[in-house]
């Protein structure tokens, strides 16, 4: 049976003669089924009323109105194969059957169906045709979007023709398959409208073509009053700092807040940390490497009573405080420098601006509103980006910045991988960056259905989608390839054309090389034409082509071909002018639906942009769009605007306790990206709101916070944990220690580097690159300075480095608001027989020898200052100053065998040296911090 | 469920350490009974069918109008026009082609009858272990998306795979080994790479771990060439003294004491996992049968076999990948097909076999399928007509564990072209590949940002009791 479209539905209107079910269908099936679909019925199937045929058995619905070839009663009718035995249905039975099928049943369902409304008409030729037929573009003069322009219609004539379906082109086209074009949708990565939706739009022109209806607030009261009474909906009010007991014991009002509630529990602070202990702890916290010796120096000779904030300010004006802090920005945004699809995984040409943004606006502590006010809406703060190619640091950094909504995997390069399923998806992964990591929601179950436990409705959920909506329009949508603007800073211009100009000359003048090769042969092609086709060289020697020159002439083609090959070489050499990396509203917008279930064609009411019901409170602002210039809807900066409030119930008190948990091992609040009733509760809601309120009253600077927690005697406590303490605060959250941690992949990764003198210290700039080996391990390779910092290593999705992989490093699906640490074997065997922590162990070793020389003392000494920050006891100089003479002892033969003309003895001691400093770099307190 | 109480346990990969400390901290902690992050076997929901699962997957989806699923009525229309649907279901309209029947025979094959393509005679052999299931269908027809569909539940790369999601659920029962492993193929990685076992949000240590089947099983399982082998020793001797010497001065460390041991699992993984895969301890009768003295058959019989080494020493999960697209059959099917075939064919018949002979079959799952099936029309000239993607409508197979033999379940169209009769979604599959492990697809979840996230999500998912013995 062939299967072929559906027949479309050719009547609306019931007529007298069309068969009904009680007089001619039910007749039929009572002879000739219901023996066996009847009272018990075969297969669950129950032909006896029309309303459970309608119902179907288990095989599902068995009649598809409008559809003989959908409704498998037919297929079994009509091939014989019911009913079983010899009598069959008649060829009269069966035309009623179909007949019944075709019309009374679609009839039917048009006269019993709810009016089509304008707004799900123009969903479907959203998502249909307005690809070509809208903002972007209108082939044929058409544009479909408004009600005035398709009664306009285009170079055809009127689109639309009330009360007339068969007249009105954008049906008729639909319906008779030509539009859309199958092949041009394709390319276009447009599907076909199904036969409900030609169904629907056929029913709403038939009925006069409703013109849109005002947008009208729900009816129903999804969120209650006593829904935004939670905590964490209402603005924090700042807590009066408690009284404690052990008054001499608080630095800053963070202690007097944790002391309040240990001491109820009659507990205190644990002890506080040894100097240096605190001080790798503090330098990997804030900076992510390890103190140099020089620095550990300095600080022990320091013995002023403020040493520690001394150092904590130091540590916080190094421009590698935005480096570490940088990278945990990253986790939230979701950075990555691939778009995550296909066997390529096609890397994000510049994608590392938005990181050098993120580093260098943490390094300038910018107000932590403006901060995320440039990432969400840094294209609608000014248009003056719009009429340059041009620019400063700051105009592309405010560009750059909106790389915080570009993170997710985008697979739409591809045309196959571009349809509106997956768009969707992308917008959706972008609505999960900014409510996990900047407003503490979870909404994305709102996306399916109303939350189950928190008062977020789905209509919220688009109200909030279609924020960004407006930049990423699913029907008129721009691929990743489209999103990139030609804008550079002066230097970075210069430096492309310094690069290029010369090779452009050299191109040129491989070209005038070509061009009078070709003209030499020309005179010979001419002197030599014989046949009639060749009479033109004789006169118009020009119009010879190189194809006719190098097929007459071997000499000439492999002459001319190696000047091509040498001028391609060159090209290849050239840079590619660099742009920018941005997210911009489309110039025109679509208008937003709740989508049911989820589904990206199945079209619930029309909504606005707009922010969650439940955060709409009587003590902000409401989120108000104002357009700031033409081409942008000020959706995003409105919505940037609404969330920088100093009262905001969520901003400050989800970018503290973000800080929290970073600085001490778990959130305040331990659900970090979850505020709302599903989460947890704060373990000490008094200090969250404290925080947040401070950190509003200083100037939302995030330097202030970091400083304020670190030097916090909390923050000085040392890890050390007995049974007791355990017992009491098993999981600390009353901080009544520091949490004894390993580090975290990029900690490690840097720590490495520092350790071992192999930091490359360069910042910023396109990603160092990645090497996949033939062993499919991935790694990095030295430059010529050594390893730059993690941060700056190429992290593609599907091909992540190996070791940063091992130690947890996220895939970034789309974002990662709080890591997971795992201790695992295949960790131990990348640090044990990884390529690199041996090269690196080498290069310790050498360093080490310059340092402290040949004494093994010194040597073990150096090296335990180098990686625990700390100088050896005498038995643990003992055990290393032993331990590298039975290294040493091994070497010798084996160095015997290679050609080295280095002497063996010295290469000994070194590889010896070597080898203890590989055992040091493995050790556990190498890579946990106290 | 106590979140942060897992969380604290959650980074003690290896468990031995936690179990300590529980006790340490008193009863209470067992009250919540979250389920902690670690390897230890974990009892499923209900009396399981199978412990284990051995995955064939099937890169590039193998064609079942070629080889499960007979059509005659495309025998009838062959040559004809197919609808506006079917050839806009072709990637480009150009290629679009008449229907095209299969040049290979179907048989009816063992007791059961069940039909077999010419294809596949191997199989065709074990016809009587096997249960079909004709009717399954996907949500897209490119690759990369499909493979996620079939390995995560969306099309997108977001979600844990379903090796990840059972090792979550039941752990394994070897803690030398990893309880999820996956054997690719030397050539090369299937599309998507290692996001195919990838754990995504579930804790790393459920990621599945690629065993090179060439060479050292794990990347640097081995230590470094330039190293003495003495001296290897002798620094791991200074490392357990360093790591002791810290440890003392720092009791009730759980992550610091799991990193500790995972040096030494790390040890014992070394001579474990060399020893598992080690297809040389085989009998030659064994080899044989796995094709492993057949060039054509050796690869992916080495796999086969490792797999069931893997299974038989408590590996939980096992999943097998064929070079790059082998069913990835475009053009020239009367070859292509036939060529895949052949390089899988017999190992995985001997798999099956082998597996049932030694009783592992009642307790081992054995899938077999690919992310996609294909289109009843022709794609490009006739003379090398192949078919293109077809996610609407395909064939996998199950065998072993708890199911019945010999059956088939559901049915496509008349052309095969769309799932038509007891239709089996993607995550119908994973339920009931899950049920047959002991577990109930609603219950195995993970609470994440306060949602329970789940293989199945939010779809309605039902098991294929049909099939169920």
Not at chain 1, 660 to 678: C, D, K, Q
Not at chain 2, 54 to 80: C, E, W, Y
Not at chain 2, 184 to 197: A, E, R
Not at chain 2, 332 to 342: M, R
């Amino acid at each position: 049976m062939r299967i072929l479209l559906a027949t479309l539905v050719s009547a609306v209107a019931l007529s007298a003669a069309d068969p009904t079910f009680v007089n001619d269908v039910q007749p039929i099936l009572q002879a000739k089924c219901v023996a066996c679909h009847g009272s018990t019925p075969q297969g669950k199937l129950d032909l006896r009323t029309q309303e459970s045929l309608l119902k179907g058995g288990n095989a599902g619905p068995v009649v598809t109105p409008g559809s003989v070839e959908k409704s498998l009663l037919m297929t079994k009718v009509v091939t014989k194969q019911m009913p079983p035995g010899n009598v069959k249905l008649s060829d009269a039975e069966i035309k009623t059957l179909r007949v019944w099928i075709e019309q009374t049943l679609p009839a039917q369902a048009a006269a019993s169906a709810p009016a089509v409304k304008e707004h799900e008409v123009n969903a479907i030729l959203q998502a249909r045709c307005v690809r070509c037929h809208g903002g972007l573009e209108q082939r044929a003069g058409l544009d479909l979007r408004t009600m005035a322009s398709r009664l306009k219609g285009g170079k055809s004539g009127p689109a639309l023709v009330p009360g007339k379906p068969e007249e009105s082109l954008l049906y008729k086209r639909m319906a008779n398959g030509t539009m859309p074009p199958d092949k041009m949708a394709k390319d276009l990565a447009v599907e076909l409208p199904t036969d409900p939706e030609m169904d629907k739009v056929k029913a709403w022109i038939a009925a006069g073509a409703p013109g849109p209806e005002p947008l009208r607030p729900p009816t129903e009261a999804v969120v209650k009053d006593t829904d935004r009474n939670f905590w964490s909906f209402q603005p924090p009010v700042r807590p009066a700092v408690p009284a404690v007991k052990n008054a001499a014991l608080i630095r800053n009002p963070i202690d007097a807040f944790l002391l309040r509630k240990l001491e109820e529990k009659g507990l205190k602070y644990s002890p506080r940390s040894e100097k240096l202990a605190l001080m790798r702890r503090v330098y990997l916290d804030l900076t992510g490497m390890i103190p140099s010796n020089a620095e550990i120096d300095a600080y022990l000779k320091d013995t002023s009573a403020n040493a520690y904030e001394k150092l904590v300010d130091r540590l916080l004006a190094s421009r590698h405080y935005g480096e570490r802090w940088g990278q945990h920005w990253l986790d939230l945004a979701g950075y990555s420098d691939s778009e995550g699809f296909g066997q390529d995984d096609g890397v994000r040409p510049f994608a590392w601006r938005y990181r050098d943004y993120v580093i260098r606006s943490l390094n300038a502590d910018k107000p932590y509103t403006q901060f995320i006010t440039e990432q969400i809406a840094g294209d609608e703060m000014s248009n003056s980006w719009k009429q340059t190619k041009v620019a400063d640091q700051a105009e592309i950094d405010r560009l750059a910045a909106t790389g915080f909504l570009r993170t997710t995997p985008d697979p739409t390069n591809s045309n196959e991988r571009g349809l509106i399923n997956e768009r969707m998806n992308i917008l959706a992964d972008e609505v999960e960056v900014l409510t996990s990591s900047v407003m503490g929601i979870t909404v994305g179950c709102a996306r399916c259905h109303n939350h189950k436990y928190d008062p977020i409705p789905q209509r919220d959920y688009y109200r909030l989608s279609a924020i960004l909506q407006a930049a990423y329009n699913p029907y008129e949508w721009k691929s990743p390839n489209q999103r990139e603007i030609d804008l550079a800073t002066e230097g970075e211009r210069k430096d492309v054309e310094t690069h290029n100009t010369p090779l452009e000359a050299d191109m040129a003048k491989l070209q005038t090389q070509m061009n009078k090769l070709a003209d030499e042969f020309r005179v010979k092609f001419s002197a030599e034409a014989e046949k009639p086709v060749e009479e033109f060289a004789k006169t118009e020697p020009a119009k010879i082509t190189v194809t006719q020159l190098e097929d007459k002439f071997p000499d000439f083609k492999s002459k001319y071909r190696a000047i091509q090959t040498e001028q391609q070489a060159t090209k290849n050499k050239l840079k590619r002018k660099p742009h920018v990396r941005v997210l911009t509203d489309n110039p025109e917008t679509s208008v937003a639906y709740l989508l049911r279930r989820g589904d990206p064609v199945d079209y619930g009411e029309v909504v606005d942009a707009g922010v969650p019901t439940v955060l709409a409170n009587a003590a902000i602002k409401p989120y108000e769009i104002v357009p700031p210039f033409p081409g942008a809807t000020g959706r995003r900066l409105a919505l940037a605007k609404w969330l920088t409030q100093d009262n905001h119930p969520l901003t400050a008190r989800v970018a503290v306790n973000q800080l929290w948990l970073r600085h001490f091992g778990r959130g305040i609040v331990p659900t970090v990206s979850n505020f709302g009733h599903s989460g947890q509760a704060p373990d000490n809601q008094p200090l969250l709101d404290w925080l947040a309120t401070e950190f509003v009253a200083k100037g939302w600077s995030l330097k202030t916070m970091h400083r304020l927690m670190v030097t916090s005697e909390a923050y000085r406590q040392t890890s050390q944990v007995s049974e007791a303490l355990l017992a009491a605060d098993p999981e600390n959250a009353m901080v009544s220690r520091m949490p004894l941690r390993r580090m975290d992949a990029e900690t490690l990764y840097d720590s490495l580097l520092t350790a071992t003198s192999r930091l490359d210290a360069e910042s910023f700039g396109s990603a160092t690159e990645i090497t996949v080996t033939p062993d499919k391990e991935v790694i990095v390779k030295p430059g010529k300075k050594g390893f730059r910092r993690s941060i700056y290593v190429l992290h593609r999705r599907q091909t992540p480095v190996s070791l940063l992989d091992a130690f947890d490093q996220p895939t970034m699906t789309p974002n990662c608001t709080e890591r997971r640490q795992s201790n695992v074997a295949t960790q131990a065997l990348h640090m044990m027989n990884g390529s690199m922590t041996w090269d690196l162990s080498q290069y310790m070793a050498g360093r080490v020898m310059d340092d402290a020389g040949s004494d093994r003392a010194k040597q073990v000494s150096e090296v335990y200052l180098r990686s625990f920050s700390r100088r050896p006891s005498a038995d643990e100089i003992k055990l290393g100053t032993e331990a590298i003479e039975t290294f040493r002892k091994q070497w010798p033969d084996r160095l015997a065998t290679d050609n080295d003309a280095a002497p063996r003895a010295d290469r000994a001691n070194w590889m010896a040296l070597a080898n203890y400093c590989h055992a040091i770099l493995n050790s556990a307190e190498f890579s946990f911090i106290d | 469920m106590n979140n942060n109480r897992r969380e604290f346990f959650s980074r003690i990969a290896d468990g031995l350490h936690g179990t300590a400390l529980m006790s340490l901290l008193g009863s209470d902690m067992y009250a919540a009974a979250p389920p902690v992050f670690d390897l230890k076997a974990k009892a499923p929901h209900f009396a399981p069918k199978a412990k284990s699962v051995i995955h064939l997957f099937m890169n590039g989806g193998p064609s079942q109008v070629d080889l499960f699923d007979p059509k005659p009525t495309l025998k009838r229309l062959a040559g004809t026009a197919p609808s506006r649907e079917l050839s806009f279901a072709i990637s480009n309209g150009k290629d679009a082609g008449v229907l095209f029947p299969s040049p290979f025979e179907f048989k009816n094959r063992g007791k059961s009858g069940i039909e077999i393509s010419s294809a596949l005679p191997h199989l065709a052999e074990c016809a009587d272990d096997i249960a079909v299931i004709r009717s399954m269908y996907g949500e897209h027809a490119n690759h990369e998306p499909a493979l996620f569909l079939m390995h995560t539940g969306r099309t997108i790369a977001s979600r844990p795979a379903i090796g990840a999601w059972v090792a979550y659920g039941l752990g394994t029962e070897n803690q030398n080994l990893p309880a999820y492993v996956v054997l690719d193929d030397p050539k090369g990685l299937p599309i998507n790479g290692i996001s195919n076992w990838q754990s995504a949000w579930l804790p790393p240590i459920y990621q599945g771990t690629r065993f090179r089947t060439e060479g050292a099983p794990v990347l640097n399982l081995e230590s470094r060439p330039e190293i003495p082998t003495q001296l290897v020793e002798a620094e791991r001797s200074l490392l357990r003294k360093l790591d002791d010497m810290h440890r003392v001065q720092r009791p009730y460390q759980p992550e610091l004491d799991a990193r500790i041991s995972s040096y030494e699992l790390a040890a014992r993984m070394q001579l474990e996992a060399s020893s598992a895969l080690d297809v040389n301890q085989e009998t030659e009768a064994t080899r044989e049968a796995y094709g492993l003295n057949d060039p054509v058959t050796a690869s992916y019989g080495k796999r086969c076999l490792m797999a069931r080494r893997l299974i038989e020493r408590g590996v939980r999960f096992v999943q097998l990948y064929i070079e790059s697209q082998i069913w990835d059959t475009h053009g020239n099917l009367s070859t292509d097909l036939p060529a895949a075939c052949a390089k899988t064919d017999k190992p995985v018949a001997a798999l099956v076999k082998d597996l049932k002979q030694r009783g592992l079959l009642d307790s081992t799952l054995v899938v077999w399928g690919g992310e996609f099936g294909r289109l009843p029309i022709s794609q490009g000239a006739m003379k090398t007509a192949g078919r293109d993607h077809g996610p609407n409508g395909f064939t996998v197979w199950m065998a072993g564990g708890g199911l019945k033999r010999g059956v088939v379940h559901g049915a496509t169209d008349d052309i095969g072209f769309k799932a038509a009769e007891n239709k089996v979604s993607v995550h119908d599959f994973h339920a009931t590949i899950l049920h047959l492990l002991g577990m109930n697809h609603r219950e195995l979840f993970l609470n994440r940002n306060g949602l329970q996230e789940r293989l199945t999500d939010q779809y309605p998912a039902r098991v294929v009791s049909e099939i169920i013995a």
